[in-house]
Structures are given as structure tokens and as C-alpha cells.
């Protein structure tokens, strides 16, 4: 069974930086999608950011790019990371960590283009990111 838990999520000042880690098991790693999305209370999943762990282009929303790079963790098998900079307010908002198998290319082709809906897929619980004015 694949499971995914995220790490690193934090408080942090306009301009500060954070990482997120996204620790995945039960999985071969290759052949997958992986990203990050977020979410406010009351609001709509916004996707960050993805990349294929079979290597290629990472993909980040307008939002983020510049500020926010992922990437997979070369020291720590099976793991996504998400280095996150400049950060502003609008920032703020619950991190959740996705997974989606090339196995099933419908659901692998949406998390890389962004459009993974919640229910498909593997998600981890989320990180609580804040970013203060």
C-alpha cells in the first residue's frame, strides 16, 4: 500500500524559506508522478507543483515559479522535496503531498499537468505552511 507523509511545514515571515519533505513507501518509486498541491479551508486544491520520477522536467504553477523548485532527494530514497522561497502570505495554506503510478495514465498524465483530483491517487495528510505579513 502506498503511503505518503509529508514534513517540514512551519511558520515563517514574508521572505523566509521552508522545506518540505514528502516521505513515500510502498511504492518503486520509478514510474511515478509525484507533486505537491495546497489548500485553504473553504477552498479549492491548488496544484504547486509535480515532476515524473522516471527524471524530465519538474512543471510548477505561475503562482510558484521562480520561488519554489522540487525535486527528488538523492540522499533519501523515495522522497520529494519542495524548497520553498521568498515566500508570501498568500503562501499560506495546508501542503498535501500526491502520487499517481504511470500504471494508470490517466491519473499519472493529471498530476503532472496539475489536475489530480483528490480522489484519485495516493495523498499524504498534509503540512501547515504560514506565512506572516
Known amino acids: 500500500q502506498v503511503q505518503l507523509v509529508e514534513s517540514g511545514g512551519g511558520s515563517v515571515e514574508t521572505g523566509g524559506s521552508l522545506r518540505l519533505s514528502c516521505a513515500a513507501s510502498?511504492?518503486?518509486?520509478?514510474?511515478?508522478?509525484m507533486g505537491w498541491f495546497r489548500q485553504l479551508p473553504g477552498k479549492e486544491r491548488e496544484w504547486v507543483a509535480s515532476?515524473?520520477?522516471?527524471?524530465?522536467?519538474?512543471?510548477y504553477a505561475d503562482s510558484v515559479k521562480g520561488r519554489f523548485t522540487i525535486s527528488q532527494d538523492n540522499a533519501k530514497k523515495k522522497t520529494l522535496v519542495m524548497q520553498m522561497s521568498s515566500l508570501k502570505p498568500e503562501d499560506t495554506a495546508m501542503y498535501y503531498c500526491?502520487?499517481?503510478?504511470?500504471?494508470?495514465?490517466?491519473?499519472?498524465?493529471?498530476?503532472?499537468?496539475?489536475?489530480?483530483?483528490?480522489?484519485?491517487?495516493?495523498w499524504g495528510q498534509g503540512t501547515q505552511v504560514t506565512v506572516s505579513s
Open positions: 510502498g511504492i518503486s518509486y520509478g514510474g511515478y508522478c
Open positions: 515532476l515524473s520520477t522516471d527524471g524530465g522536467t519538474a512543471h
Open positions: 500526491a502520487a499517481a503510478t504511470r500504471t494508470y495514465v490517466g491519473n499519472y498524465n493529471a498530476c503532472m499537468r496539475g489536475v489530480l483530483a483528490p480522489e484519485l491517487g495516493t
